[in-house]
């Protein structure tokens, strides 16, 4: 399984990014899939992911300003960035879990200024 995720890079707060996620895979009948996020010297955090029932749910940090979505004729997922902070500052990688293994993109670096 790969995955590749872009669409990063460097915006004002208060702006919006639009990250994307593209799939070597079918991703149709997949659910435990999201985006989590790193700073440096912190453990890496869930931002976003659809739940093993197909419902969503989001760190409090970003719910209200971040969305995820899929595109499954794509085998796309997206992570839509709104009202950006500079605490969003960090490398975005999205996941997805297979046979209780987990995969990881590469990371897309989001820098937010203030």
């Known amino acids: 399984v790969q995955l590749q995720a872009f669409g990063g890079g460097l915006v004002q707060a208060g702006g919006s990014l639009r990250l994307s996620c593209a799939f070597s895979?079918?991703?149709?009948?997949?659910?435990?899939m999201g985006w989590y996020r790193q700073v440096p010297g912190r453990q890496r955090e869930l931002v976003a992911r659809?739940?093993?029932?197909?419902?969503?749910n989001y760190a409090d940090s970003v719910e209200s300003r971040f969305t995820v979505s899929r595109d499954n004729a794509k085998n796309t997922i997206y992570l839509q960035m709104n009202n950006l902070k500079p605490e969003d500052t960090a490398v975005y990688f999205c996941?997805?879990?297979?046979?209780?293994?987990?995969?990881w993109g590469q990371g897309t670096l989001v820098t937010v200024s203030s």
């Open positions: 996941n997805v879990w297979r046979s209780g293994v987990a995969f």
């Open positions: 659809f739940t093993s029932v197909g419902s969503t």
């Open positions: 895979i079918s991703i149709s009948s997949i659910n435990n």
